[in-house]
């Protein structure tokens, strides 16, 4: 009798593993280009808040479309809340719909969709879609307030249902979320973006059972879990082996003004990798929590950061890693923690998870990217009485220094491939008004390798009123600088700047605004790379003559003489500074 593994040498071979694993890939991105071709709102159209992905009959990830970085591992237990909540009742027709966070699935707004797909009614696998609602019910417009306490005040609970039964359509939960929603239109549009998604999903993948035959199909898509698993061993052998910690730092969650700590324990030992975040302060009051089930999505993401990258996002790469944190703790809350603003943690756990690697690696890891921490959100009712809602994910934050260049001004974080809303679309669309956007100078931190200027945005409302909320960080830890690099700047949030009305604002903010007012933030720059004396001078000045850094502050804090009027740099006075310089640090 042959083993599973000589009978699986058998019925595979890598170049069709290869275009079949290929192929599931291209299905995944043919879901999500669907999405962004047919969704509503601007946080899904324009954000590009959502993902897809296929899995196999057991419900093993088996391709991730090319979309978020950080729900490559949240899939997977929104499915298993659904497969454990109806066992073997699912049936051709059937889509089933989860945004429980306690039953697998990551925050209210975003709704998880899942369609079992059969082939002469055996279950084949199951299509995937993911997006981020521009509104979920709640006490606050947009479903993403900090400073609610329990996750009832946060919006509307979908448990693991169908939504879709032997192909009818279940009008009792399609009215509830229309009557618990303050945007229907947008968001029953993006719900139904979701369901073509997914149907195309099934149509592609029954092409390819088609093409290769129902079981040869399921034993490549087995190879190529078991494949990935192996690749992504055999990766992280190569890293060095041992442990490394690091601690990271929320400010607050908007309610408690004590700061988060977050602090991660990286082992590598062989091919598998340990995380342990005993240490971690305990779960927060306000709605920051992430839950498990994201805080492990993000580190799979810093880790697909580090690795060979041709490695596919599936469940095959999930197995070498072994997550811990205890129950209670930031980053494991327990029921009934509210969660709604865990997009921030989830910021955090990643630059945790880097600061360890950045020991373990160093001269491979940049600095703390800067700026993208920030959602705000804008929610009120037109002349009519009908609501309006805008959501926004800062998604433009600067990125750190790094070990060969500078950080890059205004690109998204390096676990992020979401875009910003362009103006022009928010102005069209909500009555608000961008009167600035832009860097900002001396933000990036100084380093031989300088981290990312932060950028400003200016949101004037033209409506009567709203109902504003914001959730920032980083305005009192700043991201921080690695190999002598220095850390970046703060966050800072203002109302109706330069005005006797002018308002420093807290970086957790729940405000009723008039016609008229000015929000205005200044992102937090990113972290330097390496000694800010070593930092190329004319790069320096090219960058003084930019008017990315001022004259004053590159004579601070890189010892570089450049004439504030002409940009001219002068050599000789800079190689005299430098050495002052470089003599009072040592």
């Known amino acids: 009798t042959l083993d599973k593994e000589t009978q699986m040498q058998q019925v595979t071979d890598p170049v069709t593993r290869e275009v079949i694993k290929n192929a599931l890939m291209s299905i995944a991105d043919t879901m999500a280009l669907t999405v962004v071709r047919t969704a509503r709102s601007a946080v899904i159209k324009h954000g590009m808040d959502f993902s897809t992905s296929l899995f196999n009959a057991e419900g093993l990830q088996v391709a991730q ?44 707004p975003d709704i998880f969709l899942f369609k079992p797909i059969f082939k002469n009614d055996v279950l084949v696998g199951w299509s995937c879609c993911i997006g981020h609602q521009t509104d979920i019910g709640g006490r606050v417009a947009g479903g993403n307030a900090c400073d609610n306490t329990e996750i009832y005040q946060e919006g509307l609970i ?20 229309e ?59 190569l890293l060095p082996q041992g442990e490394w910690e690091f601690t990271d730092y929320i400010d607050n969650d908007g309610i408690d003004p004590e700061p988060i700590a977050i602090h991660a324990k990286v082992k590598i030992k062989g ?83 880097f600061g360890a690697m950045a020991q373990a690696l160093p001269g491979k890891v940049p600095a703390a990217w800067g700026g993208g921490e920030i959602g705000v959100s804008w929610g009120g009712y037109h002349p009519n009485r009908k609501a309006w809602v805008y ?50 100078s001396d933000t990036g931190g100084a380093g031989k390798y300088r981290g990312g200027l932060g950028i400003e945005r200016e949101f004037r409302l033209l409506a009567e009123d709203a109902t504003f909320q914001l959730r920032s960080d980083r305005s009192d830890f700043t991201p921080w600088g690695v190999q002598g690099g220095k850390p970046g700047t703060p966050t800072e949030n203002y ?92």
């Open 65 to 108: 479309g090319l979309t978020l970085p950080p729900h490559l591992g949240s899939m997977a237990p929104a499915l298993e809340g659904v497969m454990n909540a109806f066992g073997d009742d699912v049936e051709p027709g059937d889509i089933f719909a989860n945004n429980d966070p306690y039953e697998g699935a990551s925050h209210l």
């Open 158 to 177: 979908i448990p693991p249902l169908k939504l879709y039964a032997k192909g009818e359509l279940n009008q009792a939960v399609w009215r509830i979320l």
């Open 179 to 237: 009557k618990n929603v303050r945007v229907p239109d947008k968001v029953l549009g993006d719900v139904q973006a979701l369901l073509a998604a997914v149907r195309f999903g099934e149509r592609d993948l029954l092409r390819l059972v088609d093409d290769y035959g129902l079981e040869e199909l399921k034993s490549y898509m087995t190879d190529i879990l078991d494949t990935t698993e192996r690749l992504t061993r055999a990766e992280i052998e």
């Open 271 to 353: 091919g598998e990798i340990f995380v342990d975040f005993d240490g971690t302060s305990p779960q927060a009051k306000g709605s920051i929590n992430p839950n498990f089930a994201y805080t492990k999505s993000n580190v799979y993401a810093v880790m697909k950061c580090l690795i060979d990258p041709a490695i596919q996002s599936n469940s095959g790469f999930f197995r070498p890693f072994n997550i811990t944190a205890p129950e209670g703790c930031f980053v494991n809350p327990q029921h009934p923690a509210p969660v709604a603003a865990r997009g921030l943690a989830g910021f955090r756990i990643c630059q945790t998870i």
């Open 391 to 440: 959501l926004e994910f800062a998604n433009d934050g600067p990125r750190g220094g790094g070990p060969a260049l500078d950080g890059a001004d205004g690109l998204a974080a390096p676990i992020l491939n979401m875009a910003n809303t362009p103006i022009e679309s928010i102005e069209s669309e909500q009555p608000l008004l961008v009167e600035r956007y832009g860097f900002v």
């Open 495 to 586: 109302l109706n700047p330069g005005t006797d009305r002018e308002e420093k604002l807290p970086g957790k903010t729940l405000r009723q605004l008039k016609k008229g007012d000015l929000y205005r933030v200044v992102q937090a720059g990113a972290g330097g790379y390496g000694d800010p004396l070593e930092r190329d001078m004319y790069a320096v000045a090219d960058d003084v003559e930019q008017e990315k850094l001022s004259a004053e502050y590159v004579r601070r804090e890189y010892g570089v003489v450049v004439d504030p009027k002409t940009s001219a740099l002068d050599v000789s006075g800079t190689e005299k500074l430098r050495g002052e310089m470089a003599a009072a640090n040592n």
